[in-house]
């Protein structure tokens, strides 16, 4: 299959795991065309199933080939077409960048951006009151992703903002909701191997062009 071969993502524009999609196509230098898929609606778009199972965004077409979950969609991407490489050679740093990816998935995704954004940033902008409590919560646990994070980026091995792989493209979505939290920023503060990085990565085209 050629890069000619039309590539098709099935998103949900403010889906931080489209973006993290988004944003590995946009690092390769891929073309590609998107397809709106509101996964909160009910229901979903006739045959969207079929593509995924779980109900989730994004699912990747390429050609016939279709995949979903955002860490397969993007080790696809860095494989099947040219541009600079997104994972590392040397063993130890690869390892880490999956390190990084398997923690904000895990621990970092639901409390910095299913509790802390959206009870912080969505809720009032949708005339709800934030509940306190699980903003509590939430950064709590985020501060434990936090802390895991900077260990990592302190280390250089990634997260370093200069040499790009995909768990940068995997955070930095996530980061860009949780530090619109006061709270998310603060604790971005605290930590300066992160925060550097954070500052490198929020100014770089691939994540500018893809802004919700
Ligand atoms: N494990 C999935 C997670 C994707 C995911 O949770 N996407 C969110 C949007 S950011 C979603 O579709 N949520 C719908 C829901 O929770 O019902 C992946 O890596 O692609």
Redesign the pocket.
Known sequence: MTTSTPVVLHG?H?????R?ARMALHEKGVLYETVEVN??EDPLPDGYLDLHP?????VLSHGGFRI??????TRYIDDAFDGPPLVPVEAKAAARMTQAISII?SYG?WPM??EVFVQRVSAPEQGERPDEEIVKQGMEASRVVLGALETLAAEGLCLDGKTITLADCHLAPMFGYFTLAPEGAKALAACPALSDWWSRMSKRSSYLETEP
């Open positions: 949900y403010l889906s931080v795991y489209n993290v996964p909160f779980f109900r989730r965004v994004p979903y979950e955002t860490t397969a969609i998935d995704y951006v299913r």
